[in-house]
């Protein structure tokens, strides 16, 4: 009697195990946020402000794939400065925390942790673009001095307050990265000479002018000074560049944020990384064109230039426009494109996450309802993984598929007992990238980077503050050491 009980018991208790499991199976096949954890990754999406503004809004679609997908968040709009500080404060060169509008972080921080989501990008802290009015009124009649005490105090107002979130003892949210400083790199210069002279835009690349901060003449020593600002503010906060159309190694765009940023990495600034932005173009309606496997190369030597300077790089805003069927609205894609799409979606995921210094990727927005392309390019649309009813396109299949085929967690720990990668190095900017070459052909497993010489010690010139770890390494020397990002929280970590 006692032993059928007995072996009832343990039948329902195998039948319980094999249930979960299997739940365990399903999910780590079903969600992009469960298949990142395996593989010690970020994937996550921006949230739109308008949910943000009025969640009463929300559609239950766009909810629960918000909050089963992602395990990391960057509001699309919320956290820039016209959000943040619309009126203007009693002192400009000396910003208050109380100076700020601070709900639409909290907000963010709400959404994050309802879904449980304990990782927020902030996006960005000084941009020429979503600036507050009374700013773009008032700062061209500022001294260089002022402008730069306006942005490193909003700087410190800002990483102060979320540093109160990310400190708070029970947190399970962190705002652990910051874009300092978004798109200061422009080539309408470029454009503009080649208009005027009729000749090659090649080397014509600058900082860009035209905006709130064009007071500052030395621009490299204000993107320093701010970028020391939030530094100081928070020393556990990571910091990165981020713009758009750098993603390709040798462009001329490519080049100067390669110089900019080993150029501060010689000068001992506190940079953690940059933010290739990602929007990208896709197969034209006849099925041609979009990222091809020559894209992917040059896409994977910007990460080893970065890498060879002790950066990461993170995919901060990917997206894959398609040209539709009309020239002025969204219009309609065919299918063949979608296919087509879904095969560089996984080229582009699979090339950048599996590069050791690629801790996270993030797409613009994640459903075709919600996407910033056909108001911005009119004719382009269907950018995103899930369609305007959420459901999985191509292109979330591409996503899945890149993520599966990464190494686990536990492999890269193995891995990492016999292999010892290049990082930060004490190389002047040029040395490091001249030293660095791609290994392996076309479909070599990207990521395996030799040096000639063997990688100098990871230590940074003239720095005076040790850099936060790199995410990277955190991440794939093990799963318990991410959660000292979170640190001590009563729950567990969630990504
Ligand atoms: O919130 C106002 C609303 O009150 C008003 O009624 C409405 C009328 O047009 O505008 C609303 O603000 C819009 C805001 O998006 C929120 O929807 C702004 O006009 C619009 O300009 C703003 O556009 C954003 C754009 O940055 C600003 O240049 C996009 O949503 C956002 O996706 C886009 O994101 C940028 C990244 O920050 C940086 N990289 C490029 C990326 C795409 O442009």
Excluded at 313 to 335: H, K, M, W
Aim: charge should be positive; hydrophobic fraction near 40%; charged fraction near 15%.
């Amino acid at each position: 009697m006692m032993g059928s009980r007995a072996s009832r018991q343990l039948s329902i208790w195998i039948w319980c195990c094999a249930c979960l499991l299997a739940m365990g199976n399903a999910e780590a096949q079903t969600t992009l946020r469960a298949l990142a954890k395996t593989k010690g990754k970020l994937v996550g999406t921006s949230l739109s402000s308008n949910y943000i503004d009025n969640p009463a809004s929300m559609p239950s679609g766009y909810q629960s794939t918000l909050a089963n997908e992602f395990n990391v968040y960057v509001a699309e709009n919320s956290f820039k400065m016209s959000e943040l500080l619309p009126n203007a404060p009693a002192n400009p060169f000396d910003i208050q925390i109380s100076d700020l509008s601070t709900a639409k972080i909290d907000i963010m921080v709400a959404r994050a942790r309802e879904n449980g989501v304990g990782m927020i990008r902030g996006h960005a802290l000084i941009w020429h673009t979503q600036a507050p009015s009374w700013l773009t009124t008032s700062a061209p009649g500022w001294t260089a001095d002022q402008i730069t005490a306006f942005a490193t105090s909003y700087i410190k107002a800002v990483v102060t307050y979320c540093k109160t979130i990310n400190d708070a003892v029970d947190a399970p949210v962190r705002i652990y990265e910051w874009d300092v400083i978004n798109e200061t790199i422009d080539k309408s210069k470029a454009r503009a000479k080649k208009r005027s002279r009729g000749s090659a835009a090649k080397s014509s690349i600058g900082y860009r002018t035209g905006t709130w901060y064009d007071g500052v003449a030395n621009r490299q020593a204000f993107i320093d000074a701010i970028f020391r600002a939030a530094r100081n503010a928070d020393p556990n906060v990571r910091l990165v560049y981020n713009d758009y159309g750098i993603e390709m190694y040798g462009s001329p765009k490519c080049n100067f944020m390669l110089n900019m940023v080993g150029g501060m990495v010689s000068r001992g600034v506190p940079i953690d990384g940059v933010g290739l932005q990602c929007h990208f173009i896709g197969p034209d309606p006849s099925g041609a064109g979009g990222f091809s496997s020559s894209d992917a190369r040059k896409f994977e030597q910007t990460f080893a230039a970065l890498r060879a300077l002790g950066l990461d790089g993170i995919v901060t805003e990917f997206d894959l426009r398609l040209q539709t069927d009309s020239t002025t609205i969204e219009g309609n894609v065919t299918s063949r494109q979608l296919a087509l799409q879904g095969d560089q979606y996984r080229l582009i995921v699979a090339t950048a996450l599996s590069q050791s210094n690629c801790p996270a990727l993030l797409t613009w927005g994640f459903t075709d309802a919600q996407s910033w392309i056909p108001w911005a390019c009119p004719g382009y649309g269907h950018a995103l993984p899930f369609d305007r009813s959420y459901a999985k396109k191509p292109a979330y299949e591409g996503i899945t598929t890149a993520i599966k085929a990464l190494p686990t967690v536990e492999e890269n720990k193995a891995s990492s007992l016999t292999t010892t990668l290049p990082t930060a190095s004490a190389m002047t900017f040029g040395q490091a990238l001249s030293n660095s070459t791609l290994s392996g052909g076309e479909g070599s497993v990207p990521g395996s980077f030799t040096f000639a010489s063997p990688p100098v010690a990871p230590t940074r010139m003239k720095s005076e503050k040790r850099p936060v770890a790199s995410l990277a390494s955190m991440w794939s020397a093990s799963q318990a050491t991410a959660t000292e990002i979170w640190r001590a929280s009563s729950e567990s970590p969630a990504y």
